[in-house]
């Protein structure tokens, strides 16, 4: 197990720290049976489509801290993502009843002098006018690709400008070319988070909030109910959260996340730093997800009864209206391609509303979190079947395209931007997840199965738009085996 | 000297230029650069902008081979070729362009090298450096043309009488290129010549080859494509019309109409009679509306824009000339390299009825906005700007029409503000503006 080392300024990347890897096909059971034990080799691939990169992982959520700036070390261009990022971020606001305002990433603007003769100049010049612009209560700086080539010394410029400014000033490195898991990117940012912002509890006793490690957030007035029953305020992380707020997260009682991914490193660091406890179960997506992750709170905050009586009661709730779903559901074949912790959740969830999932795809695999242990949500599927179909790949299109035309599901439930749209090219029903609480616990898995058959109900637009459109790929590809251009191990 | 910082960013970098080649009917990029430069890139000037997704072979079907640590300490050619290799194997297009990111352009991989093996077999591939540091994805425009333009094209045999090739605004960048695209076109047609657009759809290769068989070659842009059109009269001799306005609504259309007209040599009597009848048609809508553009409550007299110098010209000419409206603070944020700026400027000194206004040149939108908080507006203002520009229009109780990289509050598909037709849509938009905002 890798020990977390908040003091050092940079994290090391997932492949490093939790033996991530990105090629990948097999077995759930034969998956979770290797990272259990000796481990899975990653598998290179000799054909590679555009992927997606830590940075902008990384900027989005450290931009999205209500009162901090981001300024990006980069040519203009890996500043692009702020843009979407602008529109989660007023959307996100607008959900919450926040201010209205715009995200606040700045460019230093690297030209082609700045890679031959340095940039620290402009990146002290930089800071010193986004502070004047803006004064924001802290400010990150994130690498990029070219900052890490040309060896920018981003932290001395921070050190001398410190005390000019009084804020925190805190690098982020997010270099894309260091790793394949775009979700480096998260740790990137707690990381920043955890050496720069947070500090060390005040008092002895703890305080009555619970971390929420999310992403916008819309689950928010659900949640505060439930946790108000369990005696407990949850303090949602880190979109739309304030420096202040970041500063006394070591204070909670907990730390819990919507997904693994996500929430594994601030979670564990907070645990292993300042006895944070953090619930390690599957993530509340479904029902079983939902019981196991809110008893375990339960039992760290000591109150089994409360959430008993919750359970209880939520379940006989739903009981009719979720079995009308699952006698509609039921027969109907998918396909999951998602990150790993969502991947693996939602193929319980599936499962739960009687869906058969015939493949479960995850744009990466972490074969440990940082609490050294597999994924519990990996765990669970193993062991209820073995054989459940898992590949992993980084955005790999032409492998999805290529496994959806041999295995033709009833639909394909991901979550990526613009990953639907391929299956829905091919007449298969999709459906993409933008919001992360979209099976969350009991509402959430009635929501969600009535998506799903919403849109098998009407597959119109998928069928019509499929007879008129061709695929980008060759009929020579399409014939081939989906991982046809995987290498073998080691390769 | 303080740095040019970019705050709210409204173009992308060069690489950006990849839309440009997605923007040619089954034509693909394939990318020698970082991981997540696609993807950010296709977000900006894509997805976010006007709802333009991945189309054809867009997104995450781009082959790129994904810079890792390994490829920035010892160059990763021999990936490239086998990215470009199986390409060629996995994707079904007609077209290549291999474009590079930073890092390759930093490490100094010899891309050339690996991509003149393939055009000596014969594959229709070019390759442009468009490392981002190179400046921004107007810039990167240029770029790829110049690629396909150097090593793509073939001179033709004779030319075609009458035969033209249109180049505007740049793809994607421009939310409502599709459609300023095939109105222009239009516009020719209309006046007797062929139209060759290599832009958009039904273009594609066979576009691209037929372009050096124009009798000339047609840029409709401030600056941008410039060098371009330079490229080929010095390659394949085709002469060029320059005209720096995109143009919308009457005045600037029919002044357009005429340049074209008189520079082709076409009948002038045909000519005059095309604009009189789309005169008309225009104002028949204009004169029904008069009670709205005139008595409707906090009607804007004045205007301010910000967008790319594109827009910037063709918005604040059709609005001083035939809406009525004043100038306002005209911001231009597309970056316009040094020695082109003063004849950029000098375009804005006349934009009809004898007025002209000052245009500020910055990338920076984030300085722009805090100019604008700052200014005295005696009535609402109203502006013409980008989805940056939401949360500013709200606090200074003003209207906005987004029409500016990033568009990401609108979908566009085939529409445009170019001609008669596009200033319809133009004051339509507008006045919706106002009319649904104070309900
Ligand atoms: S250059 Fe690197 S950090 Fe920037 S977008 Fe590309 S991969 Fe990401
Ligand atoms: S600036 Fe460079 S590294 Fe960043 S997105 Fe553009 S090409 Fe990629």
């Not at chain 1, 040519?75 to 209205?100: H, I, M, Q, W």
């Not at chain 1, 949500?377 to 959806?404: H, M, P, W």
């Amino acid at each position: 197990m890798s020990t977390i080392d908040i003091k050092r300024n940079e994290v090391p990347i997932r492949e490093n720290r939790l033996g991530a890897v990105t090629g990948y096909v097999g077995t759930i059971g034969d998956l979770h049976e290797r990272s259990s034990g000796c481990g899975v080799g990653n598998r290179e691939r000799c054909f590679t489509q555009a992927s997606a990169c830590s940075s902008g992982c990384c900027q989005n959520q450290l931009a999205s801290i209500a009162d901090a700036l981001v300024i990006n070390h980069a040519p203009v261009g890996c500043a692009a993502d702020s843009v979407g990022g602008n529109v989660n971020f007023k959307s996100g606001a607008r959900l919450r009843g926040l201010e209205y305002v715009n995200v606040q990433v700045i460019s230093t603007n690297l030209e082609e002098r700045d890679t031959v003769f340095g940039a620290t100049d402009k990146l002290r010049d930089t800071i010193r006018q986004a502070y004047e612009r803006y004064k924001p209560n802290a400010i990150f700086v994130t690498a990029s690709c070219v900052s890490g080539i040309i060896g920018e010394d981003i932290q001395s410029v921070l050190n001398e400008l410190k005390d000019e400014l009084g804020i925190p000033l805190v690098p982020a490195f997010c270099e894309g070319f260091k790793t394949k898991v775009w979700a480096s990117g998260f740790d990137a940012a707690f990381h920043a988070v955890l050496h720069g912002i947070v500090e060390p509890p005040r008092f002895k006793t703890k305080t009555n909030k619970v971390n929420f490690v999310n992403f916008r957030g819309s689950a928010r007035k659900e949640i505060i109910n439930t946790f108000s029953k369990l005696g407990v305020e949850p303090v949602f992380l880190l979109q739309h959260s304030t420096v202040e707020e970041i500063r006394r997260i070591s204070e909670a009682r907990a730390t819990v996340s919507i997904c693994g991914t996500l929430g594994s490193y601030l979670g564990n660091a907070l645990e292993q730093y300042y006895d944070v406890p953090y619930v390690k179960t599957e993530q509340p997506h479904g029902i079983t997800g939902y019981k196991n992750w809110l008893r375990s709170l339960g039992t760290l905050l000591d109150a089994e009864d409360a959430v008993e009586a919750h359970i209880a009661a939520e379940e006989a709730r739903i009981a009719p209206e979720l079995e009308e779903i699952r006698a509609r559901l039921k027969g109907k074949t998918a396909v999951v391609g998602m990150g790993p912790s969502f991947g693996h959740n939602y193929t319980r969830v599936l499962r739960e509303l009687g869906v058969e999932v015939i493949w479960a795809a995850t744009w990466h695999f972490d074969q440990n979190y940082d609490h050294g242990e597999v994924p519990e949500s990996t765990k669970r599927l193993a062991e209820a079947d073995e054989s459940l179909q898992v590949s992993v790949g980084d955005q790999q299109n032409y492998e999805i395209v290529n496994l959806l035309a041999k295995l033709k599901p009833d639909i394909y439930v991901t979550r990526h931007g613009g990953s639907s749209v391929w299956a829905t090219k091919m007449g298969i029903a999709s459906y993409m997840i933008t919001d992360e609480y979209a099976a969350f616990g009991f509402n959430g898995i009635l929501n969600f199965g009535n998506v799903i058959i919403d849109k098998l109900t009407n597959r119109s637009l998928a069928r019509k738009l499929a007879e008129r459109i061709k695929l980008p790929y060759s009929d020579w590809w399409i014939a081939q085996d989906s991982f046809a251009l995987l290498n073998a191990e080691g390769f | 000297m303080t740095t040019q910082i970019i705050d709210q960013v409204r173009h992308v970098c060069t690489l950006g230029g990849l839309q440009s080649v997605l923007a040619i009917d089954r034509a693909i990029p394939v990318l020698h650069a970082g991981p997540g430069c696609g993807q950010k890139l296709w977000g900006a000037i894509g997805l976010q902008n006007g709802g333009q997704g991945s189309g054809y072979a867009g997104g995450h079907t781009v082959p790129c081979t994904n810079a890792t640590e390994r490829d920035v300490v010892f160059g990763a050619t021999d990936k490239l070729e086998e990215v470009i290799e199986n390409t060629f194997k996995v994707i079904d297009a007609d077209f290549f362009a291999v474009l590079t990111g930073c890092t390759s352009d930093i490490v100094g991989d010899d891309v050339g090298d690996v991509v003149r093996q393939f055009q000596k077999q014969g594959k229709p591939i070019v390759w442009a450096e468009t490392g981002g540091f190179k400046g921004s994805n107007f810039i990167g425009h240029e770029l790829v043309l110049d690629a396909i333009f150097d090593q793509y094209l073939q001179p033709a045999t004779e030319a075609t009488p009458g035969l033209v090739n249109i180049w505007a605004v740049v793809p994607y960048q421009d939310p409502f290129w599709t459609g300023v695209y095939s109105e222009l076109a239009e516009l020719l047609r209309s006046i007797g010549l062929t139209p060759n657009i290599i832009f958009g759809p039904g273009g594609g290769v066979a576009a691209l080859d037929r372009v050096t068989a124009a009798q000339f070659n047609l840029l409709i842009s401030p600056w941008v494509g410039l060098k371009g059109v330079q490229q080929l009269e010095e390659r394949f001799g085709t002469p060029f019309l320059h005209y720096p306005v995109l143009p919308i609504g009457p005045t600037e259309t029919g002044k357009f109409l005429r340049t074209v007209a008189e520079f082709a040599d076409l009948d002038r009597n045909k000519v005059e009679q095309y604009i009189t009848e789309r005169e008309n048609h225009y104002y028949h809508y204009i004169e029904r509306a008069a009670e709205v553009l005139l008595e409707t409550r906090f009607l804007p007299r004045h205007f301010t824009t910000v967008t790319d110098s594109t827009y910037g010209l063709a918005l604040a000419k059709f609005l001083v000339s035939d809406l009525g409206l004043i100038p306002d603070r005209l911001y231009v944020v597309d970056g316009i390299p040094d020695h082109l700026q003063e004849e950029v400027r000098g375009y804005f000194k006349d934009l009809g009825e004898g007025i002209g206004a000052e245009v500020t040149f910055t990338p920076d939108g984030g300085a722009v906005q805090n100019e604008l908080r700052a200014t005295k507006f005696r009535s609402r203002p109203l502006i013409l700007g980008s989805a940056w520009e939401r949360t500013l229009a709200k606090e200074l109780n003003g209207f906005l029409l987004s029409v500016s990289m990033p568009v990401s509050d609108r979908l566009v598909f085939d529409r445009s503000y170019v001609g008669y037709t596009g200033g319809l849509r133009l004051v339509e938009d507008i006045y919706s503006a106002i009319l649904s905002d104070f309900q």
